[in-house]
């Protein structure tokens, strides 16, 4: 019993139909062909051979069928032909169900430099520069006093000098170190701060003994306790801020705030805002949703430098007032900021806002 043609076998047949009708002749009998032409037609009153050829697509039941003989005589071209199929898109049988796609996978090159560009537009951008700059000057400024005072605690002990003058507001003397650092009874170093306002020498960290007048307040330090001078010395790069009125102002969270989110609303604003022949007209939904990506971003780098800043300082692993800490809290605001732009959050919280004004 013969099976039915297949598509592709019943295709190549009725070109073989047309062609015989073109010519005049009788068609020959159609039968399977594994190898060579799909038909050949010989006319016996003709000296030649009428052939068709062409490249066609293989449909599913013949292209099986072909797969195993050729296996069973040329495996190497079946396996090179397996792997050209496989890359060739063919309808699908509709007795088989689609295999569904794949989810695309990230590509960890690109998202890696989107990653590393938020990250320098939270460092670079102009409107978190100030900020940044704020906390990276400040940083350098208790690291470089801090080694000042310690050079001045050592030349003390050894006696090099009596007394050494460390800013307009701070000295520091040795009392009871004889020649070549000979320590007497009750030897100490004494920092004497004088000239600054109550209010600054009664937030100074310990170990601040303050005396009757508060004007003056004095660091004790016993010669023998090198921790305690490391302490000290940060203390006085503290009293060193402190004891600038400008940096002060800086330094304290309203100015830090200031910082942090005034540029980005000072941006936000002149970019809502235009000049007509009436005067000053705002946007105040555009500087809304404007201000809610850009200071989305701000809120989470401020939020996250202040705690991981904290815990850092209740972990003990800096110190509240010096320059390490103000680089940890620096450095986690900037990773958090980076990441909120990354993830697209931003872009959400602008969204959102967008919504809720509609």
Known sequence: MSLPPTPAEAW??????????????????????????????????????????GEFLLDEPLRIGWFRQLALTQPDAAAQLMVVSAGTSTPASPARAATPAAPARPNLD????????ELKKSATDWTNLPGNAQAAAEAALRAAWRRQAQAGFQALLSAQAPSVRIGRHIVIEARKIGQGGVLRAGARLQVRITQLPLAVIQQLPSPVVLKARGSVGSIRVGARDMAGLNSA???IAHTRVQSSRLLRGLSSKAGGGVLAFGPSAANDFYNSARWTGSGLEVNWKGFAVASAKSQSGNLVGFA??????????????????????????????????????????????AQAV???LQ
């Open 12 to 53: 190549a047949s009725r070109q073989c139909t047309v062609l015989d009708s073109l010519f005049a002749r009788p068609a020959a009998p159609f039968s399977r062909v594994p190898y060579g032409n799909a038909c050949n037609v010989v006319d016996t009153l003709d000296a030649f051979d009428t052939t068709l050829s």
């Open 110 to 117: 690109t998202e890696f430099e989107r990653a590393l560009q």
């Open 233 to 235: 010395a940060q203390t």
């Open 354 to 356: 967008q919504r809720g």
């Open 304 to 349: 996250s430098g202040a705690a991981v800043g904290a815990a850092a300082v209740a972990l003990g692993a800096v110190s509240a007032v010096g320059a390490p800490v103000i680089l940890i809290g620096l450095g986690a605001g900037l990773v958090a900021q980076a990441l909120w732009g990354w993830s697209g959050a931003d872009e959400a919280a």
